[in-house]
């Protein structure tokens, strides 16, 4: 039996069993699509096998197509877009995108408007109103309508790709959309502009979107002031900065950097919300790049490197294309339902993004009229503006609700009618897309820096690098000047002190220029160190993976493409050099603990799937945090990061933290340690076993694909678990024993020849159809941590690698499949 048929056979019993499922989910039957349209030979599963490679017998007009686009895709499902001018090759991207992610191009904008609960019925309601309340809608509709208005070059890009994406939808008969809209019983709608605006807010709430205001408020509120700062620093002075001091310079083969140099910080992990989609930021959606000049890589010339920590699903969050016309010749990647290349590389440039982190979310405590319809500012009585919503709910009764808006901006109220008033960036003006557009037509550093003029959010650490010799990078977006200096904790909503006054001046954002040190490199650590006039955040956590890359990057004089490739790879845990040296001195262990200690002591970091230390390493480190802040503060809210604990156990061996609050005993911080390493090996032995056989690992650390919507009721469509290498906050992150987020791509460019080279690979493959041979192409390479040669062949005959099913020709009357 062929593995074509081994799938549709899966699919099949895939499809009864998620029918039965969402049953589970659902209170009503009449939420899913009859099993006999599923089963139908016809027009059920095995059309879709049908559909899994294009056909060659397609035929649509896009309407103002100004010009023939020729399109091939290759091998690996790519496509390569050759267009007379740049609105009809975003034209023709729309088209291929949604010929090939037709579900995903339309399921996000749904999610990011909150009508999730049209499609999946009463168990999304929350979800929804959730995303509602933040303001999403809200924000993208006042940015759509700013756009639409100025019918500018923003407005001819987003109405351009909606045009190719409906050309698509027009081709389809129902029994021909993809398998998600009959398994889940409706069909999608005609493809607006707005769906570009609402995907932006999306990403903007998952990399922005952070929930601690909360929890910094009752901690601020009940500590001291001193230990507030202590366990809780505004600025880490363990962490690299992205912006080197000016002119620090190395040597060649400068000394790597080690404990004796600096302290460091690790992330906490945020609560998410119950559904995956609506968790905004949590660890592990970050980012690495770096790049090094000419005078540091081994080809004379940069070299830049970037891969970006989000969510790993099927289909990707990312789609490959290469975009040809008279002013671009750009590979790279962008989003489904973005109009152009988001991370890409010409042969004059490329760039890289992580995101910075910074503090760009504040909320307000309301003192309410008496008739809750306004609230105090100054004084005096502010009516809230009360608009009408309804939440419609497939198989349910609908949802109608008011939502209330402050000048601040949006408004909740919590079960005891208290109110708080949120502002946001995501509620601003965003000429993000009039950015993009600069940068992929950007050809020097000087029209891509004026290119981020433009911005304004997710705020990103932008770094760049070019073939005349340049590297240089930019924390680039709209970062709020507040009137009382921070946006820390729950703030007076009824005191201009909380106002935004203004923004940083772009000249003033944290930025280097070839710096004399010869790299540069963010991971989400600081942009800027204590020095910088501005505030740009609090409680720093993500820093070991900036020690790690500055230690890489200083360690050798020149590096190679291989060894920026290694770099993305690397699984040392720097957290081990930290905290296990404290066991050195430890007595009293009995004989499971020195067993263990032992193993940790002659452990070298590598966080490799055939190594048990990384296991004992995880579940020590795990009862150390938990033995170590038991105070009844810390419950059901946030730590201090894991450099404030070592501080303390380090520095001041008698805090009253040390303490473990389930024993009659005052502990110190050696018996701490004790207590923490004797839990461990107790917690190993009981789940694991006695045998260090049973503790690789491989075997309880993997990583796992999940679906787009991240349902388990569509777990047959998710791939793993696969045996995975990594640690939290590792170059490649793995945190958690499930992995979930880590590189959803990862690139690296050469510009040492006249032509850019570049590699790159994400997990998945270019098609959203299960039953396509291209859904999950890209697995086995990724988790190998092998790449793709990233090709951009002027010319359409230039490429060999082509199926014969993969060449469409577009024209201003339709679209042909050639065969």
Same mark, same amino acid.
């Given at each position: 039996?062929?593995?074509?048929?081994?799938?549709?056979?899966?699919?099949?019993?895939?499809?009864?069993?998620?029918?039965?499922?969402?049953?589970?989910?659902?209170?009503?039957?009449?939420?899913?699509?009859?099993?006999?349209?599923?089963?139908?030979?016809?027009?059920?599963?095995?059309?879709?096998?049908?559909?899994?490679?294009?056909?060659?017998?397609?035929?649509?007009?896009?309407?103002?197509?100004?010009?023939?686009?020729?399109?091939?895709?290759?091998?690996?499902?790519?496509?390569?877009?050759?267009?007379?001018?740049?609105?009809?090759?975003?034209?023709?991207?729309?088209?291929?995108?949604?010929?090939?992610?037709?579900?995903?191009?339309?399921?996000?904008?749904?999610?990011?408007?909150?009508?999730?609960?049209?499609?999946?019925?009463?168990?999304?309601?929350?979800?929804?109103?959730?995303?509602?309340?933040?303001?999403?809608?809200?924000?993208?509709?006042?940015?759509?309508?700013?756009?639409?208005?100025?019918?500018?070059?923003?407005?001819?890009?987003?109405?351009?790709?909606?045009?190719?994406?409906?050309?698509?939808?027009?081709?389809?008969?129902?029994?021909?959309?993809?398998?998600?809209?009959?398994?889940?019983?409706?069909?999608?709608?005609?493809?607006?502009?707005?769906?570009?605006?609402?995907?932006?807010?999306?990403?903007?709430?998952?990399?922005?979107?952070?929930?601690?205001?909360?929890?910094?408020?009752?901690?601020?509120?009940?500590?001291?002031?001193?230990?507030?700062?202590?366990?809780?620093?505004?600025?880490?002075?363990?962490?690299?900065?992205?912006?080197?001091?000016?002119?620090?310079?190395?040597?060649?083969?400068?000394?790597?950097?080690?404990?004796?140099?600096?302290?460091?910080?690790?992330?906490?992990?945020?609560?998410?919300?119950?559904?995956?989609?609506?968790?905004?930021?949590?660890?592990?959606?970050?980012?690495?790049?770096?790049?090094?000049?000419?005078?540091?890589?081994?080809?004379?010339?940069?070299?830049?490197?970037?891969?970006?920590?989000?969510?790993?699903?099927?289909?990707?969050?990312?789609?490959?294309?290469?975009?040809?016309?008279?002013?671009?010749?750009?590979?790279?990647?962008?989003?489904?339902?973005?109009?152009?290349?988001?991370?890409?590389?010409?042969?004059?440039?490329?760039?890289?993004?992580?995101?910075?982190?910074?503090?760009?979310?504040?909320?307000?405590?309301?003192?309410?009229?008496?008739?809750?319809?306004?609230?105090?500012?100054?004084?005096?009585?502010?009516?809230?503006?009360?608009?009408?919503?309804?939440?419609?709910?497939?198989?349910?009764?609908?949802?109608?609700?008011?939502?209330?808006?402050?000048?601040?901006?949006?408004?909740?109220?919590?079960?005891?009618?208290?109110?708080?008033?949120?502002?946001?960036?995501?509620?601003?003006?965003?000429?993000?897309?009039?950015?993009?557009?600069?940068?992929?037509?950007?050809?020097?550093?000087?029209?891509?820096?004026?290119?981020?003029?433009?911005?304004?959010?997710?705020?990103?650490?932008?770094?760049?690098?070019?073939?005349?010799?340049?590297?240089?990078?930019?924390?680039?977006?709209?970062?709020?000047?507040?009137?009382?200096?921070?946006?820390?904790?729950?703030?007076?909503?009824?005191?201009?002190?909380?106002?935004?006054?203004?923004?940083?001046?772009?000249?003033?954002?944290?930025?280097?220029?070839?710096?004399?040190?010869?790299?540069?490199?963010?991971?989400?650590?600081?942009?800027?160190?204590?020095?910088?006039?501005?505030?740009?955040?609090?409680?720093?956590?993500?820093?070991?993976?900036?020690?790690?890359?500055?230690?890489?990057?200083?360690?050798?004089?020149?590096?190679?493409?291989?060894?920026?490739?290694?770099?993305? #790879?690397?699984? =040392?845990? $720097? @957290?081990?050099?930290?905290?296990?040296?404290?066991?050195?001195? !430890?007595?009293? %262990? /009995?004989?499971?603990?020195?067993?263990?200690?032992?193993?940790?002591?002659?452990?070298?970091?590598?966080?490799?799937?055939?190594?048990?230390?990384?296991?004992?390493?995880?579940?020590?480190?795990?009862?150390?945090?938990?033995?170590?802040?038991?105070?009844?503060?810390?419950?059901?809210?946030?730590?201090?990061?894991?450099?404030?604990?070592?501080?303390?156990?380090?520095?001041?061996?008698? #805090?009253?933290? =040390?303490? $473990? @609050?389930?024993?009659?005993?005052?502990?110190?911080?050696?018996? !701490?340690?004790? %207590? /923490?390493?004797?839990?461990?090996?107790?917690?190993?032995?009981?789940?694991?076993?006695?045998?260090?056989?049973?503790?690789?690992?491989?075997?309880?650390?993997?990583?796992?694909?999940?679906?787009?919507?991240?349902?388990?009721?569509?777990?047959?469509?998710?791939?793993?678990?696969?045996?995975?290498?990594?640690?939290?906050?590792?170059?490649?992150?793995?945190?958690?024993?499930?992995?979930?987020?880590?590189?959803?791509?990862?690139?690296?460019?050469?510009?040492?020849?006249?032509?850019?080279?570049?590699?790159?690979?994400?997990?998945?493959?270019?098609?959203?159809?299960?039953?396509?041979?291209?859904?999950?192409?890209?697995?086995?390479?990724?988790?190998?941590?092998?790449?793709?040669?990233?090709?951009?062949?002027?010319?359409?005959?230039?490429?060999?690698?082509?199926?014969?099913?993969?060449?469409?020709?577009?024209?201003?009357?339709?679209?042909?499949?050639?065969?």
């Amino acid at each position: 039996m062929n593995n074509r048929i081994r799938s549709i056979l899966a699919l099949i019993f895939w499809s009864v069993a998620s029918v039965l499922v969402l049953v589970g989910l659902h209170s009503r039957t009449d939420t899913l699509p009859p099993l006999g349209e599923i089963l139908d030979p016809m027009d059920g599963i095995w059309r879709s096998g049908r559909q899994a490679l294009h056909g060659n017998d397609v035929m649509a007009a896009i309407p103002g197509l100004q010009d023939v686009v020729e399109v091939v895709r290759d091998e690996r499902g790519v496509p390569h877009i050759y267009a007379s001018n740049d609105f009809d090759a975003i034209a023709a991207l729309g088209y291929v995108v949604a010929q090939d992610r037709l579900f995903q191009v339309t399921f996000i904008p749904r999610a990011a408007a909150g009508r999730l609960s049209e499609v999946f019925g009463p168990v999304t309601i929350e979800t929804d109103r959730f995303l509602r309340e933040l303001g999403l809608e809200w924000g993208a509709q006042k940015n759509y309508a700013r756009i639409r208005a100025e019918g500018g070059l923003e407005w001819q890009m987003i109405e351009a790709y909606a045009r190719g994406v409906n050309a698509y939808l027009s081709t389809l008969a129902p029994a021909d959309l993809p398998l998600e809209f009959r398994l889940l019983g409706y069909e999608p709608e005609p493809f607006t502009p707005l769906n570009s605006i609402r995907l932006l807010q999306y990403m903007t709430f998952d990399l922005a979107y952070r929930r601690s205001d909360a929890a910094y408020t009752r901690l601020r509120d009940e500590l001291p002031p001193e230990e507030f700062e202590r366990l809780f620093p505004r600025f880490s002075p363990f962490a690299v900065p992205i912006v080197p001091e000016p002119g620090q310079a190395l040597a060649p083969q400068a000394a790597p950097w080690t404990f004796a140099d600096a302290y460091m910080g690790q992330p906490y992990s945020s609560v998410p919300h119950d559904f995956p989609l609506a968790e905004g930021f949590i660890e592990g959606k970050g980012s690495n790049n770096w790049a090094v000049s000419g005078e540091r890589s081994t080809t004379g010339a940069p070299i830049l490197a970037g891969d970006m920590h989000l969510s790993l699903t099927l289909p990707s969050i990312w789609y490959e294309a290469h975009l040809v016309t008279p002013t671009m010749n750009n590979y790279g990647v962008t989003f489904p339902c973005a109009p152009l290349l988001v991370e890409a590389f010409n042969d004059s440039l490329g760039w890289a993004f992580t995101n910075t982190g910074g503090d760009v979310l504040d909320r307000y405590s309301l003192q309410l009229t008496e008739d809750q319809q306004g609230y105090l500012y100054e004084g005096e009585v502010r009516a809230f503006e009360i608009e009408p919503d309804t939440i419609f709910v497939k198989g349910g009764e609908h949802v109608y609700e008011s939502r209330f808006f402050s000048h601040w901006g949006p408004v909740t109220f919590d079960e005891d009618g208290n109110a708080t008033a949120m502002q946001w960036t995501a509620h601003k003006p965003n000429r993000v897309l009039q950015a993009v557009w600069g940068m992929n037509h950007a050809t020097s550093y000087a029209a891509f820096e004026d290119a981020l003029r433009d911005w304004e959010t997710p705020m990103q650490n932008i770094l760049y690098a070019d073939h005349a010799g340049t590297i240089a990078i930019r924390s680039t977006g709209y970062m709020p000047l507040r009137r009382q200096g921070h946006g820390i904790g729950l703030l007076d909503g009824s005191s201009e002190k909380g106002e935004w006054v203004g923004r940083i001046p772009f000249e003033a954002l944290p930025h280097a220029v070839n710096p004399v040190q010869s790299f540069l490199t963010s991971t989400n650590q600081p942009p800027a160190d204590s020095t910088y006039p501005y505030y740009l955040g609090h409680d720093w956590r993500s820093v070991y993976r900036s020690i790690r890359a500055d230690s890489l990057l200083r360690a050798r004089p020149h590096h190679s493409v291989e060894d920026l490739k290694r770099y993305q #790879a690397d699984v =040392h845990a $720097v @957290q081990r050099d930290l905290f296990v040296p404290l066991l050195d001195s !430890l007595t009293g %262990l /009995s004989e499971q603990g020195e067993e263990v200690r032992s193993l940790l002591q002659g452990w070298s970091g590598e966080s490799a799937v055939d190594r048990p230390e990384p296991l004992i390493f995880d579940i020590w480190l795990d009862a150390l945090n938990r033995l170590a802040w038991d105070e009844p503060i810390f419950r059901n809210t946030m730590r201090p990061g894991e450099p404030q604990l070592w501080r303390l156990l380090h520095d001041t061996p008698n #805090a009253s933290w =040390h303490d $473990v @609050q389930s024993t009659a005993e005052t502990e110190n911080a050696e018996a !701490l340690l004790r %207590l /923490s390493l004797e839990a461990a090996a107790d917690t190993l032995t009981d789940r694991h076993g006695s045998e260090a056989d049973n503790w690789t690992w491989g075997d309880h650390h993997q990583v796992v694909f999940r679906h787009l919507t991240q349902s388990a009721a569509l777990r047959p469509l998710w791939r793993g678990p696969f045996a995975y290498p990594g640690f939290q906050s590792t170059l490649s992150p793995a945190s958690g024993r499930t992995v979930t987020h880590s590189a959803s791509w990862r690139m690296v460019v050469d510009f040492s020849d006249e032509q850019a080279r570049g590699y790159g690979v994400y997990p998945g493959g270019q098609s959203g159809n299960p039953l396509s041979p291209l859904y999950d192409a890209h697995l086995g390479e990724y988790v190998a941590f092998r790449y793709f040669d990233l090709f951009r062949p002027a010319r359409p005959e230039e490429i060999t690698n082509a199926p014969s099913h993969a060449r469409l020709t577009f024209t201003p009357q339709g679209v042909e499949e050639l065969p």
